[in-house]
C-alpha cells in the first residue's frame, strides 16, 4: 500500500520465493563425499506445483541412491529431478544428495538447483567447494645385513640380506585415498621369511602391493620387506 496525501493506492502482490541451498564442505579432497541439499517454502499462497533440477558438476560422481523424496537420477543428463503435485501454501520441502569428487584438476566444483513452481522458474545460489589435491612423492632406500639405508646401488653377495625401504608421502594440500604401492620383486630374489611385512598387503606373482585406505596432507607412510 502507498499512500500519498489523501490518496491510497495498492500494489500488485508480491511473491515471495524461499529458498536455501547449502553444501557440507567448504572445502574437500579428491575422493571425498559432498552433501547437498535445498529448503523450500511455498510462499506463493496457493498449491503449487513444483519441479526441482540439479544438473551437476562435471567433476562429481552420484552416490546411486542418495536423492531423498524420490528424486530421479538421469545419467546421460547428469541430472536429478524431483516433481511434487499440489505442494500446500507453507509446506516445506528439502531435497538433498550426495556426490563424490572425482579425480580432477579442477579447482573447485559448483552447483546449482532450478526450481519450478507452476510456470514461474528460479535459480537458486550457487555453492562452491574448493577441491583440495594430493602429490604423492615415493622414496626407496635398501639395506643390506641390516645395515644402514642408502639409495645408491649396492653390491651384494650370495647368502646376503636386503631390505627395501619405500616411503609414500603425501606433499599435497589434500588426502589421497585408496592408495595402492606395488613392489616387483627380481627373479633371483626370495622373500625371507623373518620379512616383516606391515600393513594390509598382498604378497603374489612375484610383487608385494600394499592396500593403504588413505593418507593425509604432509603424512608419509613407510613401508618395507626383507629379501
Do not use: R
Not at 564442505?25 to 547437498?36: D, M
Not at 606395488?182 to 592396500?211: H, K, M, Q, R
Amino acid at each position: 500500500v502507498v499512500v500519498d496525501g489523501d490518496n491510497e493506492y495498492t500494489t500488485n502482490e508480491t511473491v515471495v520465493y524461499t529458498y536455501e541451498k547449502k553444501v557440507n564442505k567448504e572445502a574437500a579432497s579428491v575422493g571425498e563425499a559432498l552433501e547437498y541439499s535445498l529448503g523450500y517454502i511455498n510462499n506463493t499462497g496457493d498449491t503449487a506445483n513444483v519441479v526441482i533440477t540439479d544438473t551437476l558438476d562435471e567433476n562429481v560422481i552420484y552416490i546411486e541412491g542418495s536423492a531423498n523424496n524420490e528424486g530421479v537420477y538421469d545419467e546421460d543428463t547428469h541430472t536429478i529431478t524431483w516433481t511434487f503435485n499440489d505442494v500446500e501454501p507453507n509446506a516445506e520441502i528439502e531435497v538433498a544428495f550426495t556426490v563424490q569428487i572425482k579425480l580432477t584438476d579442477a579447482e573447485t566444483v559448483e552447483n546449482t538447483m532450478i526450481v519450478i513452481e507452476n510456470d514461474d522458474e528460479i535459480t537458486t545460489n550457487t555453492v562452491v567447494t574448493e577441491v583440495l589435491t594430493p602429490e604423492l612423492t615415493i622414496t626407496k632406500t635398501q639395506a643390506i645385513n641390516g645395515g644402514e639405508a642408502v639409495t645408491e646401488m649396492c653390491e651384494v653377495n650370495p647368502g646376503d640380506t636386503v631390505t627395501y625401504y619405500i616411503s609414500v608421502e603425501n606433499i599435497g594440500d589434500g588426502t589421497a585415498y585408496n592408495v595402492e604401492i606395488t613392489d616387483i620383486v627380481p627373479d633371483g630374489l626370495v622373500i625371507s621369511e623373518e620379512s616383516d611385512i606391515a600393513g594390509n598387503y598382498i604378497c603374489e606373482d612375484g610383487a608385494i602391493t600394499w592396500y593403504i585406505d588413505s593418507i593425509d596432507s604432509n603424512v608419509a607412510i613407510n613401508v618395507s620387506f626383507t629379501v
